[in-house]
Structure formats: structure tokens, C-alpha cells
């Protein structure tokens, strides 16, 4: 976490040190749907599937399994969820 502002998880510069280590190749995704912006979880690398059939909520792009075919590897910006219940 951000040493200097406990409310933000990264700054710019913890974010480019980060994803200078990850391979450069790879496309960089974020979760979405709704409104509003959230802070995130470190950045991570993902097998996913190109699926632009979805539902706009439900994502262009999903996990793999095991069995699926035309993956690809993809770094990912996973927003934090908050449960407010």
C-alpha cells in the first residue's frame, strides 16, 4: 500500500515499477460495470478468453478453464470489491 496516503493503494510510479517487471507484450485489462471508481488489487497475469458475445456486464473477456481454447495470457487490474451489507 502506499506509504504516504493510506486511502490510495498505489500511486503512478508504484504502478509503472510494477508493471515494468510483468512482460511487456501482454495486454492489460481492468474489471468493470457500474459507476464510480474503485482502487485495486496487485496487478496479475490471467488466462482468459475473448468472449465480445457477452452481456456488457458480464465482461468481453472471462477466466479460462482448463479445457478452453484460444486463450490468451493477459495482466489484470482487478478493482477492489467492497460489501457494504
Do not use: C
Not at 482502487?39 to 479445457?67: A, C, M, S
Amino acid at each position: 500500500m502506499n506509504s504516504q496516503n493510506k486511502t490510495f493503494h498505489y500511486s503512478a510510479g508504484q504502478l509503472v515499477e510494477i508493471l515494468q517487471s510483468l512482460p511487456q507484450d501482454f495486454p492489460v485489462l481492468t474489471s468493470g460495470y457500474e459507476s464510480g471508481f474503485e482502487n485495486f488489487y496487485p496487478p496479475k497475469i490471467v488466462e482468459l478468453k475473448h468472449q465480445p458475445e457477452n452481456k456488457y456486464y458480464e465482461g468481453e473477456f472471462q477466466e479460462t478453464g482448463e479445457k478452453d481454447q484460444d486463450t490468451f495470457p493477459a495482466i489484470i487490474l482487478q478493482r477492489v470489491w467492497r460489501d457494504e451489507s
